[in-house]
């Protein structure tokens, strides 16, 4: 088992490496995971600075004290994913950027579909969106990333557009028995630059949106010969662009 991630502010060690881990990571760390003195663990600002360090004890119930001699700097891995999600119902959003996360996307951008059932309006907006950057967060510390995705604010179909038309590489997951889509998984990829991922709502992504997305440079792709959920199409997509790009090489 790999060594428990947690997030710090900076690396700023005292004397001697002494490096005092407290507030919310803290409690965690000590009242929850109840770590002990010679137990590893892994220090990291979720934007690729990272240190191993070691326990030396605790202080209270929320201040773990590590030694901490240097840091390290990982490098952003390339391609760099993003994957659109348009938004989906209940809890599937934070479903779909857990998985994600988990299976090691870039950045996630919610989209404010045409036929999504879901609205981000004022103070409900706002709070959903929180709920998707904790669970990035969350999700990265627990499968131990040391950079963490971004959650970018909602986009229009206009911003999505913009943002597609500036990829190395851009598709819909869209599959129609009228319209011609080709397999993501024989999908000429590119192993630098970046990739963008559209998921649409559990409706599918309108003609209207197709066409500004086709004209931004962004064609229809599809995942296989099942229909995958809102929720789950992102992370199968991510998955086949980590494989066939070296990612999980």
Same mark, same amino acid.
Request: net charge negative; glycine share 10%.
């Given at each position: ?18 490096? /005092? !881990?407290?507030?919310?990571? &803290? #409690?965690? $760390?000590?009242? @929850?995971?109840?770590?002990?003195? *010679?137990? +590893?663990? /892994? !220090?990291?600002?979720?934007? &690729? #600075?990272? $240190?191993?360090? @070691?326990?030396?004890?605790?202080? *209270?119930? +929320? ?187």
């Amino acid at each position: 088992m790999t060594a428990p991630v947690f997030v710090v502010d900076g690396f700023g060690a005292g004397p001697a490496g002494r490096f /005092v !881990l407290d507030g919310s990571e &803290g #409690r965690h $760390a000590v009242s @929850v995971k109840r770590l002990h003195a *010679g137990e +590893d663990v /892994v !220090l990291t600002d979720g934007r &690729g #600075r990272w $240190a191993d360090a @070691v326990v030396l004890g605790t202080e *209270g119930k +929320d201040r773990l004290i590590v030694q901490l001699d240097s840091y390290t700097d990982e490098p952003p891995e390339t391609p760099h994913i993003t994957v659109v999600q348009a938004l989906p119902k209940g809890d599937r959003g934070e479903v779909a950027v857990e998985t994600m996360t988990e299976t090691g996307v870039d950045a996630v951008v919610p989209w404010a579909a045409s036929r999504c059932v879901t609205r981000w309006n004022g103070e409900r907006g706002a709070k959903a969106l929180a709920k998707w950057r904790s669970t990035a967060r969350e999700s990265g510390k627990q499968s131990r990333r040391v950079r963490f995705p971004e959650v970018a604010d909602a986009m229009s179909t206009k911003q999505v557009a913009a943002l597609l038309a500036t990829a190395d590489f851009a598709a819909v997951l869209h599959e129609d028995r009228d319209a011609a889509s080709a397999a993501l998984a024989s999908a000429e990829l590119p192993r630098e630059g970046s990739v963008v991922l559209v998921v649409g709502p559990e409706g599918g992504v309108s003609p209207e949106e197709l066409a500004a997305f086709a004209a931004a440079g962004a064609e229809p792709y599809r995942l296989g010969h099942s229909v995958l959920r809102s929720s789950t199409a992102g992370t199968a997509a991510v998955a086949v662009v980590m494989a066939r790009t070296g990612r999980w090489s």
